[in-house]
């Protein structure tokens, strides 16, 4: 009688929490209410008193728009952001119980950001190969200190979009058994039943994935079937589980079945109708009966304490492995281990000339045998981004402590498992693959920096120095896009100091994720680089003596020619800037940009992509304004007029111009 009452509690919450918001989706929520009863009163690991407990398992609302229901959940169990009054505040300004549930507005219940469709099972993959590669790392045969399931709720529509896909057959074939999936099959879609686009057999395409399935005929009632399928899902070993509930949405609705329940508030009649038949008082928003709280707190109570016992074990761990136990608390409190900066390579013009992509690679074999939080790989092109950690070994089945994924060509995949294993705690996740197919990626990046999720995007052949690949490979439109999206450092280094430098930015900017873009082409070091010029986004390279008649701007492989005109205009000043970030150099204050930058002194951007975002900075462009072409590297950067005569000719159409028209303030007072 308390499992029902429950359940009916849980549902007329969902219809009122929509209700009075007259926004949002009550009839997952209400067709999911049994499987979140079982969940959480009986076999979710948590504790309200402490979110953020390692062990804890981890709970994915994949169908990011069913929310009202982890709310409400949460509020039942006890978590301080979730009172009654939050309930109440569904979707409005400055509430934590957003439309979408959002990790950066809570202090804890939350563990990822969802809304999007795919991207939390994608993020439930990451968290499940974080927990795999903790627990091999750091447990001993006498401390399991790591050992939890990773939960997640999904919908139709998370298994329609192709992330989701791509994340699933990774996790198959790693056999992550401590990941649990529960398949809201409620038959509806936003257009009607999903016979209209989806019939395929989603079990047979999980086994096919390499998962164990699971089917519940009856979620709506049948609590025993829910019970044993989770207990079986217990018992799976070797790899990762499907359940599949079957659930009828907006169950207790009038409406109940179709796609009128998904998307929009019952109604005040429906909602009274939805209370008369759980036998509730129709006159009553947001009561929960003292058995329901009861109950709930009894499951509070057995989490907090399991909380309390992992602390008193892990105590014990640390007199027992206390190296083990400090490199833990400082991986979680996301600090970096003393001296790694000075293990950064650095360069004077006179070393070898180098693809940025190179000297990444020896950031990397310098870095990742003192920062054992580093774990990522590419998207199947190891050989060619260069990002293979030689001090580990492979993420595999049987090699759970190796810190190399092979993600396989699965670039959108990739970027949102990554954005699982950040918010896991713990680690510095990166990803890599030619800049160009950060578009593939672009929906879980946009979440990374939504979410404070510090990525590293290790992004190689950043231009239309791709060469011979043509115009489908070079990457021409990417830098502004990506220059765009708040939150995110976008970083373009122009040789080996530089590469160093981005690697100090986004190893130490562990909110923000950050887009590294590298060349393939060969570079030399220049005169006047530093890791330090980096953190500024942009500095002087090359200066003049007394104040310069013209500034030339440039990022990565183009500031040589940037050197280079200097050198040969010397009947003129030429101030050479380097801006490997636009995001580092707004962050400057006023005086430093106007020292780089002096007001009424004509400024000239080069750079081989989209001029696209260069007005804020430059009073003239030198860049992409088509796509690329296939040619070898010299004839492609010849017919788009990226080398010295070029930028020496057009740097002096500058000049003439600016000579009888001052060059004009590009600040703007706002």
Request: glycine share 8%; aromatic share 10%; net charge neutral.
């Amino acid at each position: 009688m308390t499992d029902q009452l429950c359940i009916n509690t849980i549902r007329c919450l969902a219809a009122d929490v929509v209700q009075k918001a007259n926004s949002g989706h009550p009839g997952a929520p209400m067709g999911m209410a049994p499987l979140a009863h079982t969940l959480w009163g009986k076999y979710l690991n948590f504790s309200s008193a402490n979110p953020h407990w390692r062990n804890r398992d981890r709970f994915i609302l994949s169908n990011g728009h069913a929310c009202a229901l982890q709310y409400i959940m949460l509020h039942l169990t006890g978590y301080e952001d979730f009172t009654m009054e939050q309930l109440q505040k569904f979707r409005q300004l400055h509430s934590k119980t957003a439309g979408h549930p959002e990790n950066i507005l809570v202090s804890g219940g939350i563990e990822v950001t969802t809304g999007p469709l795919g991207q939390g099972i994608a993020n439930a993959v990451g968290l499940a190969m974080a927990e795999a590669h903790f627990a091999a790392t750091y447990n001993k045969p006498d401390f399991e200190i790591i050992n939890h399931h990773t939960y997640v709720f999904c919908g139709d529509g998370c298994l329609q979009e192709g992330v989701s896909a791509e994340a699933i057959s990774l996790a198959g074939h790693l056999g992550l058994n401590k990941l649990i999936v529960f398949y809201d099959d409620n038959q509806i879609t936003i257009d009607g039943e999903t016979e209209l686009s989806f019939t395929e057999d989603t079990t047979a395409r999980f086994e096919a994935y390499g998962w164990h399935t699971i089917h519940v005929k009856d979620a709506n009632t049948d609590l025993k079937a829910l019970h044993a399928a989770v207990e079986a899902a217990h018992q799976v070993k070797d790899k990762p589980v499907l359940i599949k509930v079957t659930t009828t949405i907006g169950f207790g609705s009038s409406k109940q079945g179709t796609e009128k329940v998904h998307g929009s508030a019952l109604g005040a009649e429906d909602v009274a109708h939805v209370k008369k038949n759980f036998g509730f008082d129709p006159t009553k928003s947001f009561f929960v009966p003292d058995e329901v709280r009861s109950f709930y707190g009894e499951a509070k109570k057995r989490g907090d304490a399991k909380w309390q016992q992992w602390e008193q074990l892990f105590e014990k761990y640390k007199q027992a492995y206390p190296k083990e136990a400090e490199e833990i608390a400082r991986r979680f409190d996301h600090k970096l281990p003393d001296g790694w900066k000075s293990k950064l390579p650095t360069f004077k013009p006179t070393d070898d000339a180098k693809a940025t992509r190179q000297f990444s690679q020896g950031v990397i074999k310098a870095i990742s045998p003192i920062l054992p939080e580093m774990f990522g790989g590419s998207a199947d092109l190891n050989p060619s981004t260069l990002t293979y950690m030689d001090c580990s070994t492979d993420f595999q089945k049987k090699t759970p402590q190796g810190r190399n994924v092979r993600f396989g060509v699965r670039e959108h995949g990739m970027a949102a498992v990554l954005n699982g294993v950040s918010a896991y705690g713990g680690y510095i996740p990166y990803g890599s693959t030619f800049l160009n197919f950060i578009g593939y990626a672009m929906g879980a990046v946009r979440l990374s920096a939504i979410s404070a999720c510090g990525v590293l995007y290790i992004m190689t052949h950043d231009s239309i120095g791709v060469g011979e690949d043509g115009p489908t490979h070079q990457p021409v439109e990417t830098l502004p896009m990506l220059r765009s999206l708040p939150h995110c450092y976008t970083l373009r280094p122009c040789d080996g100091n530089e590469t160093s430098g981005a690697y100090a930015v986004a190893l130490e900017h562990r909110k923000n994720p950050s887009v590294i873009c590298l060349s393939r082409q060969a570079v030399p070091n220049l005169e006047g680089t530093s890791i330090d010029g980096v953190y500024k986004g942009a500095y002087t390279i090359r200066n003049t003596e007394g104040a310069p008649q013209l500034i030339l701007v440039g990022t990565g492989t183009e500031v040589q020619w940037c050197v280079n005109a200097a050198k040969e205009m010397s009947d003129v000043k030429v101030r050479v800037v380097s801006m490997p970030s636009f995001e580092l150099f707004r962050e400057q204050n006023a005086d430093y940009q106007k020292s780089v930058f002096p007001e009424g002194v004509p400024v000239m951007s080069v750079e081989a992509a989209s001029v696209a975002g260069w007005k804020e900075w430059a009073h003239a462009t030198h860049g992409m304004t088509s796509f690329g072409a296939s040619a070898p590297l010299k004839d492609v950067m010849t017919l788009f007029g990226f080398n010295t005569e070029t930028v020496v000719k057009k740097a002096r159409q500058v000049l003439q111009f600016y000579g009888s028209n001052p060059a004009p303030s590009l600040r703007s007072p706002w």
